[in-house]
Nanobody
């Protein structure tokens, strides 16, 4: 059974940090490219950061130099370190996994991140 579970969200003040984790089981973690997405109320879901099986990363401009995506293949876990958080980072954050060139993909259930003073 495949499980994809996000954790680490919550309520923080502007300028603070959070670390999201996406823990998986039931899959061959190493073959998946991974990404973090987010969706704010009334807005479309957007990609925040991607990491491929080689560890190469891509970020949306609004989070560059503040967020860091990483993966631990030994622990089957994806991370998103979020620093210098802003109110506009408030959203539901999702973990996404996909095998390159394949339709095999999984989504986590999402987790709320709220940045507010």
């Amino acid at each position: 059974q495949v499980r994809v579970v996000e954790s680490g969200g919550g309520l923080v003040q502007p300028g603070e940090s959070l670390r999201l984790s996406c823990t998986t089981s039931g899959i061959n973690f190493r073959i998946f490219a991974m990404s973090w997405w987010r969706q704010a109320p009334g807005q479309e879901r957007e990609t925040v950061a991607n990491i491929n099986i080689g560890g190469n990363t891509v970020y949306v401009d609004s989070v560059k130099d503040r967020f860091t995506i990483s993966r631990d293949d030994a622990e089957n876990t994806l991370y998103l370190q979020m620093n210098s958080l802003r109110p506009e980072d408030t959203a539901f954050y999702y973990c996404h996994l996909q095998v390159g060139g394949s339709s095999t993909q999984y989504w986590g259930q999402g987790i709320q991140v709220t940045v507010s003073s």
